[in-house]
T-cell receptor, first 114, second 111 residues
Framework: DQQVKQNSPSLSVQEGRISILNCDYT??????FLWYKKYPAEGPTFLISISSIKDKNEDGRFTVFLNKSAKHLSLHIVPSQPGDSAVYFCAASEVGGGADGLTFGKGTHLIIQP | NAGVTQTPKFRVLKTGQSMTLLCAQD?????MYWYRQDPGMGLRLIHYSVGEGTTAKGEVPDGYNVSRLKKQNFLLGLESAAPSQTSVYFC??????????FGDGTRLSIL
């Protein structure tokens, strides 16, 4: 049973436009959400996170939005740049979840077209 | 500053062989993790450690053992490799219970 779903395996966006990556979850106990970015042949890197007490968190060109009622979060990248081409993983953790409580989605491959 | 270093980067084993994957971090992090990533799957936690001398099981621990004798090192062992353990293995470390820094991975094939 997949608790964190990234339903788009890939997404193609033109350079300079907005990239929107989506993530849905089924576990209502999730209260902390993270996005990781991964280039080929490298390990993932932490990008941005959001707690369930917020509905938005910004860091430069990256903004994460959380809609708790819809159990949905999205990562917006504005403007998209060629270096943003990577696989993006959404992850979620339960209330009081420890080091073993993080559940990852399968990832979305973002391709930025010149 | 090397961050998280994994060795080896690639390895091919025969079924039944054993091996150890080494992870080293130079950031003085308490938390260390071993994940595996299979095609079309998210990362799945194998084992983790919240400090020197401690280890705990994650989501998919069967067939693996770990040790954290020194704070900076986290070893993942396969006692008797099976084809189902063919995967890319990532080590990570962090100050918190969320992995922040990952190594570049070990690509392991079991024939």
């Amino acid at each position: 049973d997949q608790q964190v779903k990234q339903n788009s395996p890939s997404l193609s966006v033109q350079e300079g436009r907005i990239s929107i990556l989506n993530c849905d979850y089924t576990n209502s106990m999730f209260d902390y959400f993270l996005w990781y970015k991964k280039y080929p042949a490298e390990g993932p890197t932490f990008l941005i996170s959001i707690s369930s007490i917020k509905d938005k968190n910004e860091d430069g060109r990256f903004t994460v939005f959380l809609n708790k009622s819809a159990k949905h979060l999205s990562l917006h990248i504005v403007p998209s740049q060629p270096g943003d081409s990577a696989v993006y993983f959404c992850a979620a953790s339960e209330v009081g979840g420890g080091a073993d409580g993080l559940t990852f989605g399968k990832g979305t491959h973002l391709i930025i077209q010149p | 500053n090397a961050g998280v270093t994994q060795t080896p980067k690639f390895r091919v084993l025969k079924t039944g062989q054993s091996m150890t994957l080494l992870c080293a971090q130079d950031m003085n992090h308490e938390y260390m993790y071993w994940y595996r990533q299979d095609p079309g799957m998210g990362l799945r936690l194998i084992h983790y450690s919240v400090g020197e001398g401690t280890t705990a099981k994650g989501e998919v621990p069967d067939g693996y053992n770990v040790s954290r004798l020194k704070k900076q090192n986290f070893l993942l062992g396969l006692e008797s490799a099976a084809p189902s353990q063919t995967s890319v293995y990532f080590c990570a470390s962090s100050y918190s219970s969320y992995p922040g820094h990952f190594g570049d991975g070990t690509r392991l094939s079991i024939l």
